[in-house]
T-cell receptor
């Protein structure tokens, strides 16, 4: 069966520090992968999506970047975190012609 | 992508049916209506989707109007664990990777 793993669950980082959030999918190949951010009390904002290895599309300009070094691995990064980067980050994947599956999310607090 | 509008919040008594509306007046003929929910501090969970016929599964029922401009998600017997934000989105079933956008959703609070 297909599963999606996202870690860590919570993270507290100082301003200016780097960030690396990892997401992996099991049980499928060549999935469409997504990174979302959710600010408190607001809906999901699509940050990046990827249709294959090395293929990244950015939805909004920001302090973050994404990479897909392997077929089932999607990484969200930042070189220097800002206070405004705090939020709930979600990784998702969607098989063709099917609903999306989400990871459990990472609560990032930048202090 | 067709946009959706939902009320920001709703309350429902435990054991009663919860009816969550969604307007999607600009929906295209090949776009489906999808519903997800997000319990606090967890990832969203798929509930149900449909094109034009009413749909039912173990979680909920989806009623789509004949003109497809609106729909209602029905939780027949709401429980406290159904308290969550419910998202209505529209997209083609086999659409591009980009077509997965969420709005603000409806915060459903089930009251004891």
């Amino acid at each position: 069966s297909q599963t999606i793993h996202q870690w860590p669950a919570t993270l507290v980082q100082p301003v200016g520090s780097p960030l690396s959030l990892e997401c992996t999918v099991e049980g499928t190949s060549n999935p469409n992968l997504y990174w979302y951010r959710q600010a408190a009390g607001r809906g999901l904002q699509l940050l990046f999506y990827s249709v294959g290895i090395g293929q990244i599309s950015s939805e909004v300009p920001q302090n973050l970047s994404a990479s897909r070094p392997q077929d089932r691995q999607f990484i969200l990064s930042s070189k220097k975190l800002l206070l405004s980067d705090s939020g709930f980050y979600l990784c998702a994947w969607r098989p063709p012609r099917a609903e999306a599956f989400f990871g459990q999310g990472t609560r990032l607090t930048v202090v | 992508d067709a946009k959706t509008t939902q009320p920001p919040s709703m309350d429902c008594a435990e054991g009663r049916a919860a009816n969550l509306p969604c307007n999607h007046s600009t929906i295209s003929g090949n776009e489906y209506v999808y519903w997800y929910r997000q319990i606090h501090s967890q990832g969203p969970q798929y509930i149900i989707h449909g094109l034009k016929n009413n749909e039912t599964n173990e979680m909920a029922s989806l009623i789509i109007t004949e003109d497809r401009k609106s729909s209602t998600l029905i939780l027949p017997h709401a429980t406290l664990r159904d308290t969550a934000v419910y998202y209505c989105i529209v997209r083609v079933e086999a659409g591009s990777a980009r077509q997965l956008t969420f709005g603000s959703g409806t915060q459903l609070t089930v009251l004891p």
